[in-house]
């Protein structure tokens, strides 16, 4: 079994910074990729950013890129979304997920475990 805890989320005025953690607990951690996804009210989840198992690589939706980092530390068995420069249209529970492989994958489809969400609300 394999659970993850968000957390870091919370009220930021516009340009602000955040950063989200998500720890796991349970096993194969660190032979997994993750993603971070977010769903605003009234519309679907959407990708945010995900890395591969090792951290080499990562993608980014083109809405994020440039001003969110995603990394990880497999010793901790935690992943991170820093995200800089924040904007109102970035506000929705922000969850992360643990991918079926190794690879980057950005549908919902290919991760089969989540977490509960944090709520991010940035401020205009």
């Known amino acids: 079994q394999v659970q993850l805890v968000e957390s870091g989320g919370g009220l930021v005025q516009a340009g602000g910074s955040l950063r989200l953690s998500c720890a796991a607990s349970g096993r194969t951690f660190s032979s997994s990729a993750r993603g971070w996804f977010r769903q605003a009210a009234g519309k679907e989840r959407e990708f945010v950013a995900a890395i591969n198992w090792n951290g080499a690589s990562t993608y980014y939706a083109d809405s994020v890129k440039g001003r969110f980092t995603i990394s990880r530390n497999n010793a901790k068995n935690t992943v991170y979304l820093q995200m800089n420069s924040l904007k109102p249209e970035d506000t929705a529970v922000y969850y992360c997920?643990?991918?079926?492989?190794?690879?980057?994958?950005?549908?919902?489809?290919?991760?089969?475990?989540w977490g509960q969400g944090t709520q991010v609300t940035v401020s205009s």
């Open positions: 997920a643990r991918a079926g492989g190794i690879g980057v994958v950005i549908t919902t489809d290919e991760y089969d475990y």
